[in-house]
């Protein structure tokens, strides 16, 4: 069955200082991947998504991601952390179905100290 | 565009009661889902639909009952609620279903069960 684990539960850093969020998936055939980020009491908002295409992938708000199909990792970074980005980070996936199913982890949650 | 709506945001029901979550989407598309959210959890497919009047079950279906009679709105019914179904739901959407759509999520609706 396909599987996204997300190493870390919660994350803390300083403003300013990078942000690193890790992602897993369970090896398959051409995996689309997804961060989504959802503020408090608020709905999912797309970051960024990888669909093997260039395999360094720019989101918004100074995000990125690097899909390694060795490692079979797909990691969310960004150099400088703002405090508007404290936040709950999801890492997706789809493939396999016809309807474009997505499997989430478990969730990240960031917080940012001043 | 308003994108992907939900209502009502907040509900108690006791346990026994029935309800329906509403979800609408303005953007003509296809394919619309509907997922729970449980701390710690991740996002879980309840249903999903892949036109008017097609409809399937997800991984967690029990409890729970759709119907899709327009493109826009897509309807999620609580038959007998349980405190099980304490939860956020969320409606999505997206154009085809393809593995690289990206799925556009509502603000979600908080519901309680007593």
């Known amino acids: 069955a396909q599987s996204v684990t997300q190493l870390d539960s919660h994350v803390s850093v300083s403003e300013g200082t990078p942000v690193l969020l890790r992602c897993n998936y369970s090896?398959?055939?051409?995996?689309?991947l997804f961060w989504y980020v959802q503020h408090p009491n608020k709905g999912l908002q797309l970051l960024l998504k990888?669909?093997?295409?260039?395999?360094l992938v720019k989101g918004i708000n100074g995000f990125e991601a690097e899909f390694k199909k060795s490692e079979t990792s797909f990691h969310l970074t960004k150099p400088s952390a703002h405090m508007s980005d404290a936040a709950e980070y999801f890492c997706?996936?789809?493939?396999?179905?016809?309807?474009?199913?997505?499997?989430f982890g478990q969730g990240t949650i960031l917080t940012v100290h001043p | 565009n308003a994108g992907v709506t939900q209502t009502p945001k907040f509900r108690i029901l006791k346990i026994g009661q029935s309800m329906t979550l509403q979800c609408t989407q303005d953007?003509?598309?296809?394919?619309m889902y509907w997922y729970r959210q449980d701390p710690g959890m991740g996002l879980k497919l309840i249903y999903y639909?892949?036109?008017?009047?097609?409809?399937d079950k997800g991984e967690v279906p029990n409890g729970y009952n759709v119907s899709r009679s327009t493109t826009e709105d897509f309807p999620l019914r609580l038959e007998l609620a349980a405190p099980s179904q304490t939860s956020v739901y969320f409606c999505?959407?997206?154009?085809?279903?393809?593995?690289?759509?990206?799925?556009?999520f509502g603000p979600g609706t908080r519901l309680t069960v007593l």
């Open positions: 999505a959407s997206s154009y085809q279903g393809a593995r690289t759509d990206t799925q556009y």
């Open positions: 090896s398959s055939y051409s995996p689309s």
């Open positions: 990888y669909t093997s295409a260039a395999t």
């Open positions: 997706a996936r789809s493939g396999g179905t016809s309807y474009g199913k997505l499997t």
């Open positions: 953007m003509n598309h296809n394919y």
């Open positions: 639909s892949v036109g008017a009047g097609i409809t």
